[in-house]
């Protein structure tokens, strides 16, 4: 699933819970989704370390299978 700027359509890019639009100089907020149950995940930062949990009983999830969605969406 990609992730594209409301305003322009861009595809963007997911960093930390964010997406940044370069063409409209604006950040996306985007909510972590699991990739099993498609419920939100549990943010969990410490030490400049960003994990994603699953409290329905996936445990934790790979930064490269969580899927982002646009907060608007």
């Known amino acids: 699933m990609s992730i ?9 890019e997911p960093h ?5 639009c ?9 909510h972590a989704l699991c990739p099993d149950c498609h419920k939100p995940l549990e943010v ?7 994990d994603y ?5 996936h445990g934790l999830i790979s930064k490269k299978r969580v ?4 907060s608007d969406a």
Not at 4 to 12: N, Q
Not at 53 to 57: N, P
């Open 22 to 30: 370069e063409n409209c100089n604006k950040d996306i907020q985007l």
């Open 16 to 20: 930390n819970g964010v997406a940044h």
């Open 53 to 57: 949990f699953c409290q329905h009983g």
């Open 4 to 12: 594209t700027c409301p305003d322009c359509h861009a595809e963007l």
């Open 44 to 50: 969990l930062k410490a030490c400049g370390a960003v």
């Open 67 to 70: 899927e982002f969605v646009r």
